[in-house]
């Protein structure tokens, strides 16, 4: 399994950004694909996850009501919608797959983003 996270940037306090994930080589199983971010000097949080099997999703407080996961199944892809960004927002966001059944887990290297006040 392999996963390719871009989309980061340098954007201005309110703007938005959409970060993309797309993954090759998945196999037919119970899985999840998540969105966690490190900021300098933090630990790793978790920010928003899918479920592959029924599209149920989960958010973080700090991001509830401004940030959107959702999924191409076509494209094989997951996407997160940030709007309103704020200034701590700022982070490495990585892409994460974990099969539910046999708990193994796969990273995306990061992509940076960066919200100015």
């Known amino acids: 399994v392999q996963l390719q996270a871009s989309g980061g940037g340098l954007v201005q306090a309110g703007a938005s950004l959409r970060l993309a994930c797309h993954i090759s080589?998945?196999?037919?199983?119970?899985?999840?694909i998540g969105w966690y971010r490190q900021g300098a000097g933090k630990e790793q949080e978790a920010v928003s996850c899918i479920s592959a099997s029924d599209g149920s999703t989960y958010y973080a407080d700090a991001v509830k009501g401004r940030f959107t996961i959702s999924r191409d199944e076509d494209k094989n892809a997951v996407y997160l919608q940030m709007d309103s960004l704020k200034p701590e927002d700022s982070a490495v966001y990585y892409c994460n797959l974990r099969y539910l059944t046999s708990r193994n887990e796969y990273w995306g290297q990061g992509t940076l983003v960066t919200v100015s006040s």
């Open positions: 080589g998945i196999q037919k199983d119970y899985y999840l």
